[in-house]
């Protein structure tokens, strides 16, 4: 599908077109999600990570004293796998479950459709807006959320700045660089994002949503939990990816057609979380995390009794999700908070 503009865009806007133009966007029209779809996401893998999630935000709830009512907001729900089982795993808690609110933030109305099938038999409401929530403390959970966020990259070259473009008029689409004022862009945002860089990757539209949750964790308490690609070192580097059919492709290429993601900086994130007055309260990788739920006692538990292939399913699934060389390490998992909080469980 060709891009229907013929201009020189920005690369965040060029990515926001590619993934979610109405008509041509790859989130707009088809479910990329599972084995025949171009990748596979940590709730598609196992219920195991879903039902992990779900325990991490039953104890996150205790420790805020048991409310009488809790938010559970995700965003970017997909096809409602993780939705589904974090709800399912609830019923085990009743309690809990009775005083839960669940909500999904999702931008596609393709997969908002898709999830509203599969979540029928539940009650689950769909907001607008972040701020739609206005009373409660409030859960936020990203699974391969902020990954699917447009970004800017910016280049140091001889002391100047430049920003990433893309030229839509040329047959083959190309990049270019235009020179840019990047002390004009800090001073915006607030933070010195260019210090000890060559390189910058930054998503404005993740800037503009970690402000909005913050503001709702402050006056409400609650917080977030990321769980995504990326790396914990300051120094950024290029790490925009295009995939089609579980392989890498060019991002120029095949527009509306392949899924653009990029690895956080979670180095960035923090400066972002503390310009907000929230705190990391953890960082660590997938693998620490769902070991640290007790990912392993429960395959154990639910593969007793059930005929062998079964349990080397389970056990192959599990592998998937925790082993370092697949999603284990890449993978990273990060809590955020208000200050007056102190919870660490999995990390
Ligand atoms: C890579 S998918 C991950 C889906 C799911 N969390 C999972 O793990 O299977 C990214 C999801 O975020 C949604 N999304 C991306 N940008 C969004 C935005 N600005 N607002 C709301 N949803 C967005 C996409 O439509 C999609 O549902």
Redesign the pocket.
Known sequence: MNIKIKKIIPLDKFIDKS??NKDYGY?MKKNP?GEKGD?I????ISVLFSEMVCIWIVSLWKKLNKPEKINIV??????G??MFNIIKTSKQFLFFKSVCNFFI????PY?KKIQKEKLKNFKVNWLKKLNQINNGPTVFI????F???PIKQFIKKNNNWFEKYVDTYSKNKKFIEKKINIKKIEKKIGINISKDQKFIEFSP?MFQ?IKEISNIINKKNGGLLIIDYGYFNKKMFDTLQSVKKHKKTHILNNVGNS?I?HLLNYKLIKEVVKKFKLKTNGLTTQRKFLIKLGIIQRAEIISKNVPFSLKVDIYYRLKRLIDNKQMGDVFKVMFISNKKINFKLGF
């Open positions: 993934l979610y989130y999600f990748f996401t940590s709730p598609n995700e965003l970017g729900a997909g096809n796998e993780m933030y999702e931008k596609s997969l990203g699974n391969e959320f990954d699917s966020l539209l949503l899924d993601t």
